[in-house]
């Protein structure tokens, strides 16, 4: 069974960092790219970055130079570290998993095409 499981969220003051990671289990990485995305209160859900097997990534322009998305493919696990956060980045972030050859990772920095699986979600607060 395809799983991908976000943990790592929490409470952080503005500027302050955390590293989100995402665990995937039931296929490799080898196979499939990594998205992350959040949705904010009252708000529609938005990818913010993503990786392919090869190690590629792209950013939305809001999160560049502030987030870095990586993986690490022997241990299944892919993690988005984000620093100088705002309070506009209080959100729920998920990550998503898609087939390589069924969906892209494009310049604008949101995975698309077949996203097969969602995790849950972890909460990161970062009050004004």
């Known amino acids: 069974q395809l799983q991908v499981v976000e943990s790592g969220g929490g409470l952080v003051q503005p500027g302050g960092s955390l590293r989100l990671s995402c665990a995937a289990s039931g296929f490799t990485l080898d196979h499939y790219r990594i998205g992350w995305f959040r949705q904010a209160p009252g708000k529609e859900r938005e990818g913010i970055s993503c990786?392919?097997?090869?190690?590629?990534?792209n950013y939305r322009n809001f999160v560049k130079g502030r987030f870095t998305i990586s993986s690490d493919n022997a241990k299944n696990m892919v993690y988005l570290q984000m620093n100088s956060l705002k309070p506009e980045d209080t959100a729920v972030y998920y990550c998503?998993?898609?087939?390589?050859?069924?969906?892209?990772?494009?310049?604008?920095?949101?995975?698309?095409?077949?996203?097969?699986?969602w995790g849950q979600g972890t909460l990161v607060t970062v009050p004004a």
């Open positions: 990786i392919s097997p090869d190690g590629s990534t």
């Open positions: 998503a998993a898609a087939p390589r050859i069924q969906s892209m990772c494009g310049s604008a920095g949101q995975l698309a095409g077949y996203l097969e699986v």
